[in-house]
């Protein structure tokens, strides 16, 4: 069985960053992507940024993110990290890892909050 583990949350001022990271353990999993999705209360999930390794490395970001954050990884360690700079109180949310292989897997979600 194949478990992603986030970690890297906590609180930060407006402004700040943080980096986030993701490794997956268990047996040989070969994933063809990568990814990070967030959700704060009362919403629903939504996508942040993704990582393809089966093409070349390209990354996609919302649009919410895009120019803030930077997603970068170890496809053969299946690790993948979330550098998020200046943060907005309106990033604040549980990120979750996302991996894309045989199956799709989540992670158990880590903690952001940006306080204004």
């Known amino acids: 069985q194949v478990q992603l583990a986030e970690s890297g949350g906590g609180l930060v001022q407006a402004g700040g960053s943080l980096r986030l990271s993701c490794a997956a353990s268990?047996?040989?999993?070969?994933?063809?992507?990568m990814g990070w999705f967030r959700q704060a209360p009362g919403k629903e999930r939504e996508f942040v940024a993704r990582?393809?390794?089966?093409?070349?490395?390209?990354?996609h970001y919302a649009a919410s993110v895009k120019g803030r954050f930077t997603i970068s990884g170890d496809n053969a360690k299946n690790t993948v990290y979330l550098q998020m700079n200046s943060l907005k109180p309106e990033d604040t949310a549980v990120y979750y890892c996302n991996a894309n292989g045989p199956t799709n897997i989540w992670g158990q979600g880590t903690q952001v909050t940006v306080s204004s």
């Open positions: 990582i393809i390794w089966d093409e070349d490395g390209s990354t």
């Open positions: 268990g047996r040989t999993f070969r994933t063809y992507a």
